[in-house]
């Protein structure tokens, strides 16, 4: 596995990591335990150092799954958790208040069995509590030793800025893919500028780009992707003739429409790190292919032919969760 560092921290981690949400909440029913322990401890046997979770999975299940199934290889490992929302639910509503942040990190620290948190990410912009409040609380938290490096989700340039200035932010973690390519507007500029690293969630678009969704699928009643309007019938219908073009570069390259997703976000900057997550072992060896595919300026450039042709149809979020992102 290849390593990459997260902009200019001095966070060295695996090129892919693994997003662990979906082990416990989002996509349907939590898998069980010793599947998705099995499954974690194939990631760290195959090479995967970098681990994303957060309080609000489960809440608190997976970090608590992880705690227990990667205490054998911690010293190894970098995992991130994020604080932000209350009482650890995301429908709750924000709340990044410092004595709300000191609380999360002793409680993910204990669910985690661990003595340091290696980034802590606020997982969305709270506009109650300025953004210089929630930088000095993590910079405390670092000094302590609790924490190694401060990271933000889904913020904007203002608050990236803000955050920076402050405490040094290792990492921007957003949504960043063939079918979500907004951070190349503004974002991906400024952590260039600032020496930050971008961590893509949903990298493969959630499952559709892997090709393995169609109009037809139909996902269990607690799966988020029932209230995406990108994911509406009609919207997967249009938005195929996207994975269809993916598909064909695939094949060309004796590889899967998954990895050339991942292999084209490798390809923007050194310091992309995207955290594909999966439940099922096979895809966990198909995403980690990816690192090993190159992709040359040809197929560079049929992929951006296909994005400039292609229209994706639906937003990403519903109204509510809109609300949330890019303060």
Same mark, same amino acid.
């Given at each position: 596995? *290849?390593?990459?560092?997260?902009?200019? &921290?001095?966070?060295?981690?695996?090129a892919?990591?693994?997003?662990?949400?979906? $082990?416990?909440?989002?996509?349907?029913?939590?898998?069980?335990?010793?599947? %998705?322990?099995?499954?974690?401890?194939?990631?760290?046997? *195959?090479? #995967?150092?970098?681990?994303?979770?957060?309080?609000?999975?489960?809440?608190?299940?997976?970090?608590?799954?992880?705690?227990?199934?990667?205490? !054998?290889?911690?010293?190894?490992?970098?995992?991130?958790?994020? @604080?932000?929302?209350?009482? =650890?639910?995301?429908?709750?509503?924000l709340?990044?208040? !410092?004595?709300?942040?000191?609380?999360?990190?002793?409680? &993910?620290?204990?669910?985690?069995?661990?003595?340091?948190?290696?980034? +802590?990410?606020?997982?969305?912009?709270?506009?109650?509590?300025?953004m210089?409040?929630?930088?000095?609380? #993590?910079?405390?938290?670092? /000094?302590?030793?609790?924490?190694?490096h +401060? =990271? $933000?989700?889904? %913020?904007?340039?203002?608050?990236?800025?803000?955050?920076?200035?402050?405490?040094?932010?290792? /990492?921007?973690?957003?949504?960043?893919?063939?079918?979500?390519?907004?951070?190349?507007q503004?974002?991906?500029?400024? $952590?260039?500028?600032?020496?930050?690293?971008?961590?893509?969630? &949903?990298?493969? =678009?959630?499952? @559709?780009?892997t090709?393995?969704?169609?109009?037809?699928? *139909?996902?269990? /009643?607690?799966?988020?992707?029932?209230?995406?309007?990108? @994911?509406?019938?009609? /919207?997967?219908q249009?938005?195929?003739?996207?994975?269809?073009?993916? &598909?064909?570069?695939?094949?060309?390259? =004796?590889a899967?429409?998954?990895?050339?997703?991942? %292999?084209?976000?490798l390809?923007?900057? !050194?310091?992309?790190?995207?955290? !594909?997550?999966?439940? *099922?072992?096979?895809?966990?060896?198909e995403?980690?292919?990816a690192?090993?595919?190159?992709l040359?300026?040809?197929?560079?450039?049929?992929?951006?032919?296909?994005?400039d042709?292609?229209?994706?149809?639906?937003?990403?979020?519903? %109204?509510?969760?809109?609300?949330?992102?890019?303060?």
């Open positions: 596995m *290849q390593s990459r560092e997260l902009g200019n &921290s001095g966070l060295r981690v695996s892919l990591g693994l997003g662990c949400m979906g $082990l416990s909440f989002g996509y349907g029913p939590a898998t069980e335990t010793r599947a %998705a322990t099995a499954l974690l401890h194939a990631a760290v046997e *195959q090479g #995967v150092t970098f681990f994303d979770t957060a309080e609000v999975y489960g809440p608190f299940r997976n970090e608590e799954l992880l705690g227990q199934a990667l205490a !054998p290889y911690r010293d190894q490992l970098v995992i991130a958790t994020k @604080f932000g929302f209350k009482d =650890g639910h995301a429908d709750a509503g709340d990044s208040r !410092p004595e709300r942040i000191r609380a999360v990190a002793e409680a &993910s620290l204990s669910r985690l069995k661990t003595d340091r948190i290696d980034l +802590f990410y606020q997982h969305r912009v709270d506009p109650n509590v300025p210089e409040d929630v930088a000095g609380t #993590v910079r405390d938290l670092i /000094a302590e030793g609790k924490v190694k +401060f =990271g $933000l989700s889904e %913020a904007g340039v203002d608050s990236i800025r803000r955050a920076h200035a402050v405490q040094p932010v290792a /990492a921007l973690q957003s949504e960043y893919s063939l079918w979500w390519r907004e951070p190349e503004s974002v991906l500029p400024v $952590l260039e500028e600032l020496g930050i690293g971008f961590v893509p969630f &949903s990298p493969l =678009g959630k499952g @559709f780009l090709g393995a969704i169609n109009v037809d699928t *139909q996902f269990a /009643a607690d799966d988020f992707r029932n209230s995406v309007p990108r @994911f509406a019938a009609d /919207a997967r249009a938005n195929q003739v996207l994975v269809d073009r993916i &598909s064909a570069i695939a094949t060309a390259k =004796g899967t429409p998954a990895q050339v997703a991942l %292999a084209w976000l390809s923007r900057k !050194p310091w992309i790190v995207p955290i !594909p997550g999966t439940t *099922q072992l096979h895809r966990l060896a995403n980690l292919g690192v090993s595919l190159q040359d300026a040809a197929d560079l450039q049929q992929i951006g032919d296909a994005l042709s292609i229209a994706i149809v639906g937003d990403r979020y519903n %109204a509510a969760r809109q609300k949330l992102v890019a303060r």
